[in-house]
């Protein structure tokens, strides 16, 4: 049974930092492509970040590109998001997935398609105020 679980989350002030990270269990950790989501409230859930099974690529979100960074220890089973800069409108619920299938022969491959993920945490809760 795979879970992920996030942790990292808090209310900071703009231009602060945070560091997420996300433990997965259940299976093995180093074959699956890995992405962070968001869902700010009122609105849908959005792409953030996703990372190679790897970690030697990496896609970002042009909201985010240059602010945050993406990377995985697969040793630890654990995903992070480093946000730097953090703004007001970064405010959401975090999430981590993982893709339903692994990747071996690929491991450069990553997906911003959220239908390609299967396994969903539950959330961190980020807040961005003065």
């Known amino acids: 049974q795979v879970q992920l679980v996030e942790s990292g989350g808090g209310l900071v002030r703009p231009g602060d930092s945070l560091r997420l990270s996300c433990i997965s269990s259940g299976r093995t950790f180093g074959a699956y492509v890995m992405g962070w989501f968001r869902r700010a409230p009122g609105k849908e859930r959005e792409f953030v970040a996703t990372?190679?099974?790897?970690?030697?690529?990496?896609g970002y979100s042009d909201s985010v590109k240059g602010r945050f960074a993406i990377s995985r220890d697969n040793a630890k089973n654990t995903m992070y998001l480093q946000m730097n800069n953090l703004k007001p409108e970064d405010t959401a619920d975090y999430y981590c997935a993982q893709t339903g299938q692994p990747y071996y022969s690929d491991s450069y491959y990553y997906t911003q398609d959220q239908s390609a993920y299967t396994y969903w945490g539950q959330g961190t809760q980020v807040t961005v105020s003065s």
């Open positions: 990372i190679s099974r790897s970690g030697s690529s990496s």
